[in-house]
C-alpha cells in the first residue's frame, strides 16, 4: 500500500465519524443519551420520530462506534460508547455556535421568548449552591437526574413543577437547568416560575457542558 493510500485510508476512517453525525436526528439523539441510558422507545418519543427510524439511525451511530447496546428482555437499550462522545457533541455545538450566523439568530429568538434574568455563570453558579444562597433546579426526568447532576440541584421535572411550588423557597434564587443550549425545558420552568413570583434565571449548561468544562457531576446511588 502506497503512503498515498494510506493515508486515503486513514482521512476515511476518520470522516465515518463525519458521516454518522451528518444528521440532525442523529445529533438530538446523541445529545439525549449523553443525559442517560434510554430504551429505543423513550429515544424515539424524545425525538419525535417512529421507533423504525429511531433504529435506523442509532444503526448509523451504532456502526460508527459512537454508541453500544445491551439488553434487557425484549428491550434494547442505548448508552454512548463513552464519555468522549458527549465531549465530542459539544465541541461540535460550540463551533457551530460561533461560527453559523443562523444558528445564533435562533438561539437569540428562543431566549427572547422566554421572560428571564441574565443568566449567571458556571464558577458564580455553584459557590452561591454551596452556600446555599441559590436553588439549582434540575427540569430533566428523574432518570437523567439520577445518572448525573448538577451539585447541590433538586430534581423536579418540569411536568412536576407546576403542583411542587411549595417546595421552592420564595427567598432564594432559582438557577433552572436541563440538558444545554438547546433545550427548552428549563426556558419554559423560568417562564413560569417568573410568572408566579419566583426570583428565576437559567444556566444554558447541562451535564455534558458541565463535564466538558472538568466540573464535577454528581450521581444517585
Aim: hydrophobic share 45%.
Amino acid at each position: 500500500m502506497t503512503e498515498r493510500e494510506i493515508k486515503d485510508l486513514l482521512y476515511a476512517q476518520v470522516a465515518r465519524i463525519g458521516k454518522a453525525v451528518a444528521s440532525p436526528k442523529r445529533l438530538e439523539l446523541i445529545e439525549l443519551l449523553a443525559q442517560a441510558e434510554k430504551s429505543v422507545d423513550q429515544l424515539a418519543a424524545e425525538a419525535e420520530i417512529s421507533i423504525k427510524l429511531a433504529s435506523a439511525h442509532l444503526k448509523e451511530l451504532r456502526q460508527a462506534r459512537l454508541v453500544e447496546t445491551r439488553r434487557e428482555g425484549k428491550r434494547v437499550f442505548y448508552r454512548l460508547a463513552d464519555r468522549s462522545v458527549a465531549d465530542f457533541w459539544v465541541s461540535i455545538r460550540s463551533l457551530a455556535e460561533a461560527h453559523l450566523l443562523e444558528l445564533k439568530d435562533a438561539l437569540a429568538r428562543m431566549s427572547e421568548q422566554t421572560a428571564e434574568l441574565t443568566p449567571i455563570n458556571r464558577t458564580q453558579m455553584l459557590e452561591l449552591a454551596r452556600r446555599g444562597e441559590v436553588v439549582v433546579l434540575d427540569v430533566r426526568p428523574e432518570t437523567e437526574f439520577a445518572a448525573g447532576h448538577l451539585p447541590y440541584a433538586l430534581s423536579m421535572p418540569l411536568a412536576e413543577v407546576r403542583k411542587r411550588l411549595a417546595e421552592l423557597p420564595h427567598d432564594k434564587p432559582i438557577v433552572a437547568y436541563c440538558r444545554g443550549p438547546f433545550c427548552v425545558m428549563a426556558r419554559e420552568a423560568v417562564t413560569l416560575l417568573n410568572r408566579e413570583g419566583y426570583r428565576t434565571t437559567r444556566i444554558e449548561d447541562g451535564v455534558a457542558e458541565w463535564r466538558a468544562q472538568g466540573l464535577p457531576v454528581e450521581e444517585v446511588l
